[in-house]
């Protein structure tokens, strides 16, 4: 079975643009989790949509923005680039959108902005 | 204070030796606990809930210590393939939002 599967893996931006990164769940998962994680640190929580609906939102600005898809699968949009935006961006799913269940992460895109 | 705590580390063992991670966090309604293990430029991997009674699998044990606020990951025999980073995840009663603490790095060198 297909684990989470992410793309682009690797994506290089200037300053101002926009980006769309993409996250197809484990097959039967119906939430999907984003999460942004900068060298050093632990993954930082962005949002979670479970059956399309945003069941929880990080502290990022209003440039960052997600939907989900009848299929479960998910966008992540980052408007407006800044530099501090460079990290590798992870998409977790999970079966329900709780979080005492375990989540499987993506291999992530490192984006990186210049 | 943050939320969840961890030592960055890196801790530095020896094969076989017993090592031992501690994670705080703030949030005393938290309610369910987990390890991630992540190698390097990888994704993180569930290593293993932490439930209130403790919980063993092979040389790993993890901790829950709720009047102090903190768990803990205790490796036994560490081995080569153990070297990774330790994420301490915390959830609190009801959050979707899961918090993770910024991990603890682990060596073990021959």
């Known amino acids: 079975d297909a684990g989470v599967t992410q793309s682009p893996t690797h994506l290089i931006k200037t300053r101002g643009q926009q980006v769309t990164l993409r996250c197809s769940p484990i097959?039967?998962?119906?939430?999907v989790s984003w999460y942004q994680q900068v060298l050093g640190q632990g993954p930082q929580f962005i949002f979670q949509?479970?059956?399309?609906?945003?069941?929880g939102r990080g502290n990022f600005p209003d440039r960052f923005s997600a939907r989900q898809f009848p299929n479960y699968s998910s966008e992540l949009n980052v408007n407006a680039l800044l530099l501090g935006d460079s990290a590798l961006y992870l998409c977790?799913?999970?079966?329900?959108?709780?979080?005492?269940?375990?989540?499987?992460f993506g291999q992530g895109t490192r984006l990186t902005v210049v | 204070r943050k939320e969840v705590e961890q030592d960055p580390g890196p801790f530095n063992v020896p094969e076989g030796a017993t090592v031992a991670f501690n994670c705080t966090y703030s949030?005393?309604?938290?309610?369910?606990f987990f390890w991630y293990r992540q190698d390097c430029r990888k994704e993180p991997k569930l290593l293993m809930s932490?439930?209130?009674s403790g919980n063993e699998d092979g040389r790993f044990t993890a901790q829950l210590n709720r009047a102090s606020q903190y768990i803990s990951l205790l490796i036994r025999d560490s081995k080569l393939s153990d070297s990774a980073t330790y994420l301490c995840?915390?959830?609190?009663?009801?959050?979707?939002?899961?918090?993770f603490g910024r991990g603890t790095s682990l060596i073990v060198h021959p």
């Open positions: 977790a799913s999970s079966l329900v959108g709780q979080g005492g269940t375990e989540a499987f």
């Open positions: 995840v915390v959830n609190g009663r009801g959050s979707y939002i899961p918090t």
């Open positions: 949030n005393s309604a938290s309610q369910s």
């Open positions: 932490v439930y209130s």
């Open positions: 949509y479970y059956e399309k609906e945003e069941r």
């Open positions: 097959s039967g998962h119906k939430s």
